[in-house]
């Protein structure tokens, strides 16, 4: 998950080659194709030069700019010695630490250790993982979608701002969001999991979330907000996501610490179910009542 790529700009031999490599990366994969060198387009498009396939390589990559799911993405802080090959260039990025990439794609001709074919079964796999559960972990596959989205929703029958193994994975999860491009971030949760009896009360969880945003320095332009929901006769809140327009990830036991660090399986989001909850939680087609709402910054907030 949150895997990083770069691609030699010789190693696709055809558009259609170009098309299916591209077709590999963005948020329902999990992995992101990086612009390396910072003139990586240029290159690439020395490759096509008729003006049939000019054109037909501007209207991919304008197809690609429309999906806006981060397929990809420019690092232009990454190191380039043009004293070097692209190759050797590439593979220095590994070897860092920490690493700046995860896989180096060539041609199928050109590939050598440390590098793969832009054809290798690799790039046909969903990218999830097992991961153990520690708030580092959660961020690790969660942090280009939260940078680079406007707005989040987490989804999570249980979570509760209340509970230490909650809170300890939220915090490292907000401040990552707190530097992104977010505007809006929007928990659902249901109420019969959260306040009652032997749980605690909505003030509770109200003055858990103040001194949650307080820890992390919420900024004062973003609009947070929290809904607790019955769900009893409409789709039942059971599996766990990160979702935004962008995209979603798939959370096997939400957002939060495990008992003795066990591993939970996380996963990117196909198009096809990413696009279902969307419709739910963005556009509000749904039949779950909000019996809760906490909202800091309410004037920035929609009403629930």
Same mark, same amino acid.
């Not at 249980?158 to 990552?176: A, G, H, R, S």
């Given at each position: ?29 999990? &992995? ?45 802080? +990454? ?40 054809? /290798? ?22 942090? @280009? ?10 989804? /999570?029958?249980? +979570?509760?701002?209340?509970?230490? /193994? ?31 009896? &032997? ?9 858990g979330w103040k001194d949650l945003l307080r820890?992390?320095?919420? =900024? ?21 996501? +990160? ?18 660090? &066990? ?6 989001? /196909?198009?096809? @179910? ?27 907030? &929609?009403? =629930?």
């Amino acid at each position: 998950m949150n895997e990083f790529f770069v691609a030699e700009p010789n190693c696709c031999e055809s558009i259609g080659d170009l098309r299916f490599l591209l077709s590999r990366f963005g948020t329902h994969a999990g &992995r992101y194709l990086v612009e390396y060198p910072k003139d990586w387009r240029s290159l690439l498009r020395e490759k096509f030069q008729s003006p049939m396939e000019e054109k037909r390589f501007e209207y991919l990559l304008e197809e690609v700019k429309k999906l806006d799911n981060a397929a990809i993405l420019v690092k232009p802080s +990454l190191p380039w010695k043009p004293e070097f090959s692209w190759v050797d260039n590439a593979l220095n990025l590994t070897r860092i630490q920490p690493p700046e990439l995860d896989e180096i794609i060539t041609s199928p001709l050109a590939t050598k250790p440390g590098t793969v074919s832009f054809d /290798d079964p690799k790039l046909f796999s969903n990218a999830g993982e097992r991961i153990h559960t520690q708030p580092n972990e959660y961020v690790r596959v969660c942090k @280009t979608l939260m940078i680079v989205s406007h707005e989040l929703h987490f989804i /999570d029958p249980y +979570l509760n701002p209340c509970k230490k /193994d909650y809170q300890v994975v939220l915090e490292e999860m907000l401040k990552v969001i707190a530097k992104g491009k977010c505007r809006r971030v929007i928990f659902w949760a249901k109420t019969s999991y959260v306040i009652g009896e &032997r749980r605690h009360s909505w003030e509770e969880v109200v003055r858990g979330w103040k001194d949650l945003l307080r820890s992390v320095g919420w =900024p004062d332009d973003r609009c947070f907000q929290y809904n607790l929901v019955d769900d009893s006769w409409s789709d039942e809140i059971h599996a766990r996501y +990160l979702l935004s327009f962008k995209g979603a990830v798939r959370l096997d036991k939400g957002f939060q610490r495990q008992p003795r660090d &066990r591993k939970v399986d996380v996963s990117p989001v /196909d198009k096809s @179910t990413h696009d279902d909850l969307w419709q739910i939680y963005h556009e509000g087609k749904h039949d779950m009542k909000i019996e809760h709402c906490f909202q800091h910054n309410q004037r920035l907030c &929609r009403s =629930p």
